[in-house]
């Protein structure tokens, strides 16, 4: 939205759009770059995985976050892997072609520069929160509240749709997927939380 017409113009013209079931892969770890892909609807969930086969989940990708950005511009494989967490859509532009577009849309360098920034924010709060909190419990404090912060207010709490599995929760914060369903246990026991189907809601933040 922050694009001239001219750069709209110039990015549709070089973005292919498909549809993708849940659990795509649309890149991984030490893939060489092919292009960026902007999220139109869906969610993205975005890792990085041990030399022993553990996993960590960085963040979730929504609508309008551009992914795949720092190794595009820098020409060096993929830092992380990309799967869709739901069917998704999103808009492909190869490498070549996006750069065509930034060096004939200067403008565009502050929109890219903003986006690197958020995604460095991200990834200082989930050290934060894997890195220097304590307990599992309070891991997933972190992280539930971290969520919450956009989520619905209501009369009851703050809400937020939260259909990921215990064993996914528990890759956001390096837990096992038995630790995080005996956690919330006790969060949902103590009132912290209430889980209805896929609506999850904090009383008081």
């Known amino acids: 939205n922050r694009l ?34 902007v999220v139109l609807e869906g969610e993205v969930k975005l890792s990085i995985n041990s030399s022993d086969g553990k996993r960590l989940i960085l963040r979730i990708a929504k609508k309008g976050e551009i992914l795949g950005l ?4 820098s020409g060096s494989p993929s830092e992380m892997t990309a799967e869709t967490l739901h069917p998704s859509k ?28 958020r995604s460095y924010s991200v990834a200082c709060d ?21 969520w919450s912060a956009n989520g619905q207010t209501t009369e ?18 390096g837990a096992s997927r038995e630790t995080v369903t005996r956690t919330l246990g006790i969060f949902k026991h103590r009132r912290l939380v209430a889980l209805h ?8 933040r």
Do not use: W
């Not at 498909?18 to 893939?31: K, V």
């Not at 009851?156 to 259909?163: A, D, E, K, P, V």
């Open 4 to 37: 001239s017409p001219e750069a709209l113009r110039g990015l549709e013209a070089v973005q292919h759009t498909s549809s993708y079931p849940a659990c795509r892969i649309l890149f991984a770890e030490n893939d060489r770059p092919m292009g960026v892909f």
């Open 70 to 73: 720092v190794s595009t511009l």
């Open 90 to 117: 999103l808009a492909f532009i190869g490498r070549q072609e996006f750069l065509n577009f930034l060096m004939s849309h200067p403008q565009v360098y502050q929109t890219v520069t903003e986006e690197l920034s």
């Open 126 to 146: 989930q050290l934060r929160t894997v890195g220097l909190s304590v307990s599992v419990s309070e891991k997933l404090a972190r992280l539930l509240l971290g």
């Open 156 to 173: 009851r709490g703050t809400r937020l749709h939260f259909s990921l599995t215990h064993e996914e929760i528990g890759e956001f914060i």
């Open 197 to 204: 189907g896929t609506v999850l809601t904090i009383p008081s």
